[in-house]
């Protein structure tokens, strides 16, 4: 019995260690979460701003300047941009990305990846090593962003994507992401980075914006859509960055509920083992007097 009682009381410590340390990464992942939070909520409304203004003069502009980052074309080649996390230890933050990837290229680019001209651009580890080990055609220049997360290196990823849709060599970008909504939910969405989404509008609603363009449209539109585009990239990023924080505090916090629930059960557990060891014991000491007096 007194094995049995060591065996317990060893699980017990084991336990009480994973605690501790869910419970430390709880509290990290809670400090980062403020300064993501604080980070994309002051950068959405600024990023939403100028993506309409783009959609508007993409629209607006339709045929009368050379646009090549708004040309809609024949789709025979993509390029998927699929935001995860370097670290796991986040629920299912990780997973449900790559099943809405593989699930995007499913339903939308089936006749594509069959012809293998779909191409992933990882931007976090966990995408980078799914997708490299399952054979997909990975871009491994990007994944690391998050080791030092700069709107500069975000640009860069930003950057290849346009340069190879502006050389024909990619027909459409989609950006894969979670967007932060509060630290026990995230939305993960796809949505199109390339060509630039004109506004749907129709009917009575559809009317034209009204610009005035300085120096002039061409040269403002080729200047200010590359940039836009990199904010909106450095958008997702920013809401991708406070989701997984979010979603680890959650998943943190689980654990470390998880761990107590287990606790009770291996000290209830303990205390029959050695209630069994001290009635053994005491029945062996009134078996061996009663046996001393016959």
């Keep these: 019995m007194s094995g049995a009682l060591k065996e317990v009381r060893s699980r017990i410590k084991s336990v009480q260690s994973t605690q501790q340390i869910t419970k430390a990464m709880k509290m990290v992942s809670a400090a980062k979460l403020r300064r993501a939070q604080d980070a994309i909520t002051q950068m959405r409304p600024y990023a939403r701003k100028l993506q309409d203004m783009l959609s508007n003069i993409v629209t607006s502009s339709d045929g009368e300047v050379s646009m090549d980052l708004a040309t809609e074309r024949n789709v025979e080649k993509v390029l998927i941009i699929l935001v995860t996390s370097d670290r796991g230890l986040c629920g299912g933050y990780n997973s449900n990305l790559i099943k809405l990837a593989k699930q995007t290229i499913a339903t939308k680019y089936s006749a594509q990846m069959a012809k293998g001209n779909v191409q992933i651009l990882p931007i976090g580890k966990k995408g980078y090593e799914h997708f490299t080990k399952i054979g997909y055609n990975v871009v491994n220049a990007y994944w ?144 061996g007097a009663a046996a001393l007096q016959g």
């Design 144 to 287: 690391d962003i998050f080791s030092g997360l700069s709107f500069e290196k975000v640009q860069t990823a930003a950057k290849y994507a346009m340069d190879a849709f502006a050389a024909k060599e990619i027909d459409a970008v989609e950006v894969i992401y979670s967007e932060f909504k509060n630290a026990g939910a995230q939305i993960f969405i796809a949505e199109p980075f390339l060509p630039v989404q004109k506004v749907v509008s129709s009917g009575e609603n559809k009317k034209r914006a009204d610009f005035i363009f300085e120096p002039n449209q061409q040269v403002l539109i080729s200047e200010l859509m590359p940039k836009i585009l990199n904010t909106q990239l450095f958008k997702a990023v920013l809401d991708a960055n406070a989701s997984e924080h979010g979603a680890r505090m959650t998943a943190m916090d689980k654990a470390s509920d998880n761990a107590n629930e287990l606790l009770k059960s291996l000290k209830i557990s303990y205390n029959r083992a050695r209630q069994a060891a001290i009635t053994t014991e005491l029945t062996e000491i009134v078996s």
